[in-house]
Structure formats: C-alpha cells, structure tokens
C-alpha cells in the first residue's frame, strides 16, 4: 500500500525501498545503501528492453533455437528477465529456458512484486516470477530457473562449476564506484567463463574501468545506442562479430588512467577496504593495484553512464 509520499507500507521487507517514477512513466525503488536508482532515470522499461534484450537479439534467437540460456546478474526488480523472457516466448512459445539469477538480497524481487511493479508484463511471466521470487526455484514446460542469493562473486563459482554456458548475459550491479566489486577483472573473469562461444554479454556501464576489464577477461567489446542520453552501454562477445565498433573517443579513454580496472584477487574486498601501507621506509604512496577496490580512480570522476 502508498501513502501519499510513495512511501510503501504495512509490509515489512518493503520498508526499505521508495518508489521512484522514470521518465517513461515506469517506476524503479531507490536504494538508499547504493543512494542511486535500480534502473536508468531515463526508463526503467526502456533500459531492460533496449540496453538489454534487444542488445542480446534474444527474439531473433529464440525464433530459430528450441532452448536458450540466460543470466541476469544482479536481478533486482526483475525487469530485464520480464522483458527478455516476453520476447523470447512472443518469438517462439515454445522455446525452453535455462535461466540463472544472481542476487544478494531476496526481498528486492519480493518488494517488487508487493508493490505489483511487473503487472506491465504478460500474466504468464509475472506469475512465473513470483513463484520463482518465492521459492527461488522454478520447472515449468518452458523455464527452469535458480534465483540464487548471495554474494555474486560466490554465486557465479557456482556456475562455473557446472559449466553453464549462456547464450545472453545480463550484467547489471550498482554503478562501479559504488559497487566495485561485481565489476572487477575477476568477477568479470569468472561471469565470462559461463558466456557461450556465440553468446551476448550486456551492460548499461560505458565506464573505461569496465570496458578494460572485459578486455582483460578476454571478450571483444562494443557499444550500444544511449537511451534517453548520450552516452552508451556496452556490449560484449568472444568474437568482434555484430558488434558496433567504440566511437574515436571511447578508444581513446580506454588509454587513460581512467581505464584502470578494479581488482579483487581474493574476492572478498569491498567498497570501502582501506589500502594497505605503503612499503616501510620508502615514503611511497600504495599503487592502485594494491588497493583493489578504492571507490574512485586518481580523477575521482564518476562516469556519465552511471544512473
């Protein structure tokens, strides 16, 4: 129930999420930990279907494939599985889903619903979205889905480990600056491990950090169209194959210190990790590689992309 603030209330777990409007009309929770939105000020709607669906050719596919795979890292509201999955069955009704999500806190998919935020897509999805949210399993004729909870950098082990090889990729954490960690050269290792050899890997970020560190898990990158802005997302393969070369400017970013990619050797730094000591005796300041996850690069500049 909304109060006349937005304010959701007589539910527990919703107390933590504020409605916000998007400039397509559909709306997004903010999170105050991350103080940003879930989805793109510009649409939350458009972004899932635009930066991620489309970017993925998930309708072209599903209309020749029989199966597909998915993962949606960071699955949050549930958006972009909404949307991929309507047009993945409004292609072929019968293809059949392998679907993985990955999400740290279980109540963001179940305050979602409460609030009844995926009521725009077909009945069919939101019912199967909400038993999933539920019991964060799901076997239908055309799904078979895991919402698994945790840390990401955990729960993509997992994949690895059973060798899933997905056909599209969602990656979809906070903003890099604020959420470092699922966008470090080997967090981004380890979701590329589970990328089939003829699959899409999608992001909103165009951030140098993040298009280096793709780089540097061995994916070809690209650029995809801006919504509602001028900057870009990224898109990325194992082959440079259908995908939109970076503009002069892009490249060239990639070349400065704002294209240091964030490290994690042992996964398990955070945000917030303070740098270790400078050698002793020496006077010198701690590199950034031996600070894996400071908030910002030497600009302390946040990217134009970032929500």
């Given at each position: 129930?909304?109060?006349?603030?937005g304010?959701?209330?007589?539910?527990?777990?919703?107390d933590?999420f504020r409605?916000?409007?998007t400039?397509d009309g559909?709306q997004?929770f903010?999170?105050?930990?991350?103080?940003?939105?879930?989805?793109?000020?510009?649409?939350a709607?458009?972004?899932?279907?635009a930066?991620?669906v489309?970017?993925?050719?998930?309708?072209?596919?599903?209309a020749?494939?029989?199966h597909l795979?998915?993962?949606d890292?960071?699955?949050?509201?549930?958006?972009n599985?909404a949307?991929a999955l309507?047009?993945i069955?409004?292609?072929?009704?019968?293809?059949r889903?392998?679907?993985?999500?990955?999400e740290?806190?279980?109540?963001?998919?179940?305050?979602a619903?409460?609030?009844?935020?995926?009521n725009?897509?077909p009945?069919?999805?939101r019912?199967?979205?909400?038993?999933?949210a539920?019991?964060e399993?799901?076997?239908r004729?055309t799904i078979?889905?895991?919402l698994?909870?945790?840390?990401?950098r955990q729960?993509?082990t997992?994949l690895?480990r059973?060798?899933?090889?997905a056909?599209?990729?969602?990656?979809?954490p906070?903003?890099?600056?604020?959420?470092?960690?699922l966008w470090?050269?080997?967090?981004l290792?380890?979701v590329a491990r589970c990328?089939?050899?003829?699959?899409?890997?999608?992001?909103?970020?165009c951030a140098?950090a993040v298009?280096?560190?793709?780089?540097?898990?061995?994916?070809q990158?690209?650029s995809t169209?801006p919504?509602?802005r001028?900057?870009?997302?990224?898109a990325?393969?194992w082959?440079?194959?259908?995908?939109t070369?970076l503009?002069r400017?892009?490249?060239e970013?990639?070349?400065?210190?704002?294209a240091v990619?964030y490290r994690d050797?042992?996964?398990?730094?955070t945000?917030?990790?303070p740098?270790?000591?400078p050698p002793r005796?020496?006077?010198a300041i701690?590199?950034?590689t031996h600070?894996?996850?400071e908030?910002?690069?030497?600009?302390?500049?946040?990217?134009?992309?970032?929500?």
């Open positions: 129930m909304l109060d006349p603030t304010q959701l209330h007589r539910q527990p777990h919703l933590r409605l916000e409007t400039a559909s997004t903010f999170s105050s930990e991350f103080n940003q939105l879930f989805h793109s000020h510009f649409g709607h458009q972004e899932a279907d930066k991620f489309q970017v993925t050719r998930l309708a072209k596919r599903a020749r494939r029989s795979t998915l993962i890292i960071c699955y949050g509201l549930g958006y599985t949307a309507t047009a069955w409004q292609a072929n009704p019968q293809c889903v392998h679907w993985y999500g990955l740290a806190d279980r109540d963001v998919p179940r305050a619903i409460a609030a009844n935020l995926l725009p897509w009945d069919t999805v019912q199967m979205l909400t038993d999933l539920d019991a399993t799901l076997d004729d078979q889905a895991r698994l909870i945790g840390d990401a729960t993509i997992q690895c059973a060798h899933i090889q056909d599209a990729i969602f990656l979809d906070f903003a890099p600056p604020d959420c470092p960690q470090s050269v080997e967090f290792t380890n990328l089939a050899s003829d699959g899409y890997l999608a992001t909103y970020s140098a298009r280096s560190a793709l780089i540097a898990a061995g994916l990158i690209g169209p919504i509602g001028n900057t870009h997302g990224t990325a393969r082959t440079p194959d259908s995908l070369p503009d400017r892009a490249r970013h990639l070349h400065t210190r704002a990619p050797p042992d996964g398990t730094d945000a917030d990790s740098p270790p000591p005796g020496t006077g701690a590199p950034r600070n894996p996850l908030k910002t690069l030497a600009t302390a500049a946040r990217c134009p992309c970032d929500r």
